[in-house]
């Protein structure tokens, strides 16, 4: 799964075709779903309840096609935090299904073995997160409208979670000074995991 970064990028890549408006609760909307994990990996009934996940991708999708169609209303009433936050969702898999086979292929060439590489692979997306809040992307266009976002819903994890997740990324929180800023996640990788992320939105009627 992608990193904060990595989701807020993705989002911003997306924002235009989705016709985004309040870009403040749209990028709230593409980290609500980790909030559950702000204190530390939550269990998995509780990931896979707050991103609606399945283990098999097409019931997933499913999951997620259900949902927007469930709730027309909260897709009106907070259309882009509902925007992002189905893009979250959207992302997962998305990057899954790209970008980390692409990132796998390069950690097996640089040495990583088979057994290590969904560990070793956090260690890739601290390099880009530690990377990317420097650039301005994150300084001068994210960051400050994620920033000025209220919290007004929470939809699959707890209200609070999400206070305390919106604080944490804002204030940068992620960030491992200690480690790496480099990585072997590019943008190329970032586009093509957007690209699909957008083409799985229009088999769901999103947009």
Known sequence: ???T???LFIADNLKDDLKVCDCGQFYLGAISPDAVN???KASKELRYSAHLRSAD???WIDNISRFVKDNKDLSEKDSDF???FVVHLITDIAWDQTAQPVLFDKMLAKGVSKDELNFAKWDELCGFDNNAVELELWTKVIKPSLKAASIKQSYTVDKELLIKTHSFVV????VNKAASTTSLITNDMLNAASD???ELIKTISFN
């Open 5 to 7: 970064m990595i989701h």
């Open 57 to 59: 991708y097409n019931e």
């Open 82 to 84: 509902f925007k992002g």
């Open 1 to 3: 799964m992608p990193s």
């Open 38 to 40: 702000i204190f530390g």
């Open 196 to 198: 699909r992320a957008y």
């Open 171 to 174: 204030n940068e929180g992620f």
